[in-house]
């Protein structure tokens, strides 16, 4: 039997929790089917760090060089977190990076319109940089269940709507009433030495891995992406399921806008444009693979370190930006290569 057949086999309904053998079979099925994908994303950053130290050892190996790596991970970290739940679902969402850039508009509209840098104007940017995101993945989800369209249509057209609306918002200028005291808090404050917006990704990966792992939240998405037809027989409420998974992608997208707001006090509306592919290079590389039904947020986090080890080394020996996503694209069709090969050679079990 193959983990996915597991999965499928397990009994879910909406009024009584999956039996304790049944989901613990299922964790432990998931965990062997992304182990595999787990080790080769810890050899190919492993390779990475001792490529690059060893070319530039005196500008990689450093403790800033290093930090500074720990802060990009952190950001596609928490895009890559929705993405996971979106594509164990069997689904993708092409939309993060617009829709992070859409809500740092309306989060920063919102900051300069209450002027100041105090608790509650920076507390009304995160509402509405969470509230704005949020709004866009229910788009994606009813666009998905209600519309019919398929995701990666679906998300396709959201990237285009919401980068466009962006650039509406903006005239295509950024936008720079970021208040000081969110830069130098979220920005640049540490804790034990470690940057604030990691430990936040720290935070939201341990309870993104709870809820997957542990809740009937995660059994239901993951039960969807490996049969939906078979889920929704037992009884899930397939649809809604979708939109609040989709629902909560949008929602970390907007966390990711504020984030991202603190680290460069600006919109850069002209930037991000990679921010999709990145989320998912990360979270494939972490485990989940494309076809849904097997999902894993700590693989996610750990696979958020080699885009981020990968355009820093870039960077650092010179390479021309543009062969930054020749390398991403290239690592992604890899990893893709390698997932396909693992559950071919699982079927033929």
Not at 28 to 44: D, E, F, P
Not at 225 to 252: F, M, Q, T, W
Request: overall charge positive; hydrophobic content about 50%; some cysteine.
């Amino acid at each position: 039997m193959t983990p996915d057949t597991e999965v499928k086999s397990a009994p879910v309904g909406p009024d009584k929790d999956t039996p304790r053998p049944l989901r613990t079979a299922a964790l432990a099925a998931a965990w062997r089917n992304m182990k595999g994908t787990r080790s080769l994303a810890l050899v190919v950053l492993l390779i990475l760090l001792a490529v690059f130290g060893a070319m530039y050892p005196d500008n990689f190996l450093t403790a800033y060089n290093l930090r500074s790596v720990a802060i990009e991970a952190a950001s596609y970290c928490v895009l890559a977190i929705g993405m996971t739940f979106v594509m164990t679902t069997g689904g993708i969402d092409l939309s993060v990076g617009s829709v992070l850039i859409f809500s740092g508009v309306v989060g920063v509209k919102v900051m300069s319109a209450l002027g100041g840098g105090g608790p509650l104007t920076l507390l009304a940017g995160l509402a509405t940089t969470m509230a704005t995101g949020l709004a866009w993945g229910v788009l994606n989800g009813l666009l998905v269940t209600k519309a019919k369209l398929p995701p990666l249509i679906a998300t396709l057209a959201t990237l285009s709507a919401a980068g466009g609306g962006a650039l509406v918002l903006t005239n295509g200028l950024d936008l720079r009433g970021v208040p000081d005291s969110l830069v130098s808090g979220l920005g640049f404050g540490r804790f034990l030495g470690i940057p604030y917006t990691v430990w936040l990704a720290i935070g939201l990966t341990i309870g993104g891995a709870i809820v997957l792992g542990l809740t009937r939240f995660g059994t239901y998405t993951r039960t969807i992406g490996s049969n939906v037809e078979a889920a929704r027989r037992a009884g899930v409420a397939v649809d809604r399921h979708l939109i609040k998974v989709y629902a909560l992608c949008g929602l970390l997208a907007g966390i990711a806008a504020y984030v991202n707001l603190a680290r460069f006090s600006t919109t850069t509306v002209g930037g991000h444009t990679g921010d999709n592919l990145q989320a998912i290079v990360a979270t494939v590389l972490g485990g989940t693979s494309l076809f849904g039904g097997v999902g894993s947020v700590l693989g996610t986090a750990f696979g958020s370190l080699i885009p981020a080890v990968l355009s820093n080394g870039l960077v650092i020996i010179g390479l021309q930006p543009f062969w930054q996503q020749v390398a991403v694209g290239a690592v992604l069709a890899g990893v893709v290569y390698v997932d396909h090969v693992n559950r071919r050679r699982r079927t033929l079990r």
